[in-house]
């Protein structure tokens, strides 16, 4: 058992070491210098596998203890700043109930992903399905739960509970993961489904789960399912509960072997579930239908006064205008549904709100956070790679840098239209909610809000377009497999969190969001025209 988790711990590390040497030969500058020898330093590979296991050590407690910060006790902080009585820790159990109890287990399933390393053991090298199943959740579970005992207890001190109901709570979360594997495995042993791999059942779950853990805690409802659950005679349950299901998962199903091959399909690694992203990331949402591909005479007419890359360009876009354009409407949707809530929120709270609907630069450090969601861009780029260049770039006139930087010229302003139809509509009912509020939309405020709003969709734009032009990170099933791309979608994100920490915007702050708008658009814009030619290729 020992040498199969440390077979399997070295498995994982020696594939991420080896995309990690594959990418960083492709760095600029930095890439001439390495060598392909680096490859076979085994010495090397065998101390940065042992790093590369710590670090992902050190970053599963940190998230962890992240995850736990924001979703439970920051609900508790912010109803406690507007003076609400609420018993601290009672409400953080409530929350992380239905999130880590029951979304959690039921929505996910350690025994039914499909990696790399889960592919070659049991496909490719036939080990025992059962013993792998042993380590694989082993070393899966041990440190998940190592790493939740320590935070959960912090989050009880944090909330100036005792700390047996942070131990409790902990309980409870090893007992209902345990029962989500058990259940997942009871319905694919009789139906040959795997639940975690349904988007409708995952999709319910989810939005179901998160109106149980957050509405009962805002609407100020006095009960939560805490009083239940932290009594003794419920942890004994729990702790019965979870031994059994453990014991089920680990020893008792006998069909591992026989029925567990089924479930590894190997296209499942390109599927959503397995993709960094969420749903935009799916082959499924950019892929073509074969009424997408048609273009009515009408359409093609209008087409044949232009030539070569424009030619190419406006085609792609006309067929793909279901993937590209409901996402605008969807935006267009969510952009009026919060319009009409300021509105709604507006003539219940006229004092409070008004000031802010008359000067929106306020809650500026918000619309930073709300349109890196807003654009579209991010979607553009898997369909162009999907249904395009994955194929064009087998073609050697498709390599060529001026092919290149006029494709991307033309794409960069249509996916900006797209994204500027997004932020106009934001603008505009900006202005609209100003009137409302009985300010005037024509002061320099409102200009820099409206102005600064356009900026940030153009570089949310060149953002996405960029990155993806400098380091083409997907595979040809769209699967994310550049590290560096990750980590500076990650440093954006993060980033645009910040700044909705912020709490009240000023004109110092908007002036920064605009100059490092313009720098950022202007360095990327010179780094793609600079290598681009160089990096734009299928990996």
């Known amino acids: 058992m020992l040498n199969t988790i440390k077979h399997i711990a070295d498995m994982k590390a020696a594939i991420w070491i080896n995309v990690f040497f594959y990418y960083l030969k492709r760095l600029w500058i930095i890439g001439r210098h390495i060598p392909d020898s680096l490859y076979g330093n085994y010495a090397l590979k065998q101390g940065l596998s042992v790093l590369a296991v710590f670090a992902q050590q050190v970053k599963e407690l940190v998230c962890k203890a992240l995850y736990v910060f924001v979703a439970a006790c920051v609900p508790v902080i912010l109803l406690q700043s507007e003076g609400q009585p609420v018993q601290g820790f009672a409400v953080a159990v409530h929350i992380l109930f239905f999130l880590s109890c029951i ?4 929505a996910d399933s350690h025994i039914f992903s499909v990696t790399r390393d889960k592919l070659a053991y049991l496909r490719y090298m036939r080990m025992d399905a059962r013993r792998y199943i042993q380590a694989a959740l082993l070393y899966r579970y041990v440190p998940f739960f190592v790493y939740y005992l320590p935070v959960l207890l912090a989050a009880a001190l944090f909330l100036r509970a005792p700390l047996w109901q942070g131990a409790g709570l902990w309980l409870v979360l090893i007992a209902f993961r345990m ?3 058990a259940v997942q495995l009871v319905v694919f042993d009789r139906t040959g489904k795997v639940l975690s791999r349904s988007v409708a059942y995952t999709s319910i779950l989810v939005i179901l789960g998160a109106a149980a853990a957050y509405l009962p805690v805002f609407l100020g409802w006095g009960w939560h399912v805490s009083e239940v ?13 979870g031994g059994a299901c453990a014991y089920y998962i680990g020893f008792g199903y006998k069909g591992y072997s026989k029925k567990l091959p089924r479930a590894m399909d190997p296209g499942f690694l390109a599927s ?6 969420s749903s ?5 949402g950019v892929e073509i239908r074969e009424k997408d591909a048609r273009i009515s005479q009408t359409e093609k007419m209008q087409y044949q006064h232009r030539k070569g890359v424009a030619y190419f360009n406006a085609l792609f876009f006309a067929r793909h205008r279901r993937q590209l354009l409901r996402p605008v409407y969807i935006r267009l949707i969510i952009v009026a549904a919060a319009f009409a809530a300021g509105v709604a929120a507006y003539l219940s709270l006229p004092a409070e709100v008004g000031p802010i609907g008359r000067d929106l630069t306020r809650i500026l450090p918000m619309f930073v956070f709300f349109m890196y969601f807003m654009t579209v861009a991010d979607k553009a780029c898997r369909a162009m790679f999907y249904n395009c260049d994955k194929d064009m770039l087998h073609y050697a006139y498709y390599r060529q840098p001026q092919m290149i930087l006029q494709n991307f010229q033309a794409r960069l302003v249509r ?8 932020a106009g509509a934001v603008c505009v009912l900006g202005v609209v909610f100003c009137l409302v509020c009985g300010g005037n939309p024509f002061t320099f405020h409102m200009l820099l809000f409206c102005v600064t709003i356009l900026l940030l969709s153009v570089l949310f734009t060149v953002h996405h377009l960029c990155l993806y032009y400098l380091f083409q990170p997907y595979s040809a099933s769209l699967r994310v497999k550049n590290p560096f791309f990750t980590v500076i979608n990650i440093a954006v994100y993060v980033l645009c969190y910040v700044c909705l920490q912020i709490e009240i915007g000023s004109v110092a702050f908007t002036v920064g969001v605009l100059g490092f708008t313009i720098a950022y658009i202007v360095a990327a814009l010179i780094l793609v025209y600079v290598r681009s030619p160089k990096t734009f290729r299928v990996k």
């Open 272 to 277: 959503s579930r397995m993709r960094i992203s």
């Open 229 to 241: 659950l932290l009594h003794p005679v419920s942890l004994a349950v729990c702790a019965a509960l």
């Open 280 to 284: 935009q990331a799916s082959v499924k």
């Open 103 to 106: 979304i959690g287990p039921f």
């Open 179 to 181: 029962l989500g594997e």
């Open 415 to 422: 996916v900006a239209l797209y994204d500027g139809i997004i």
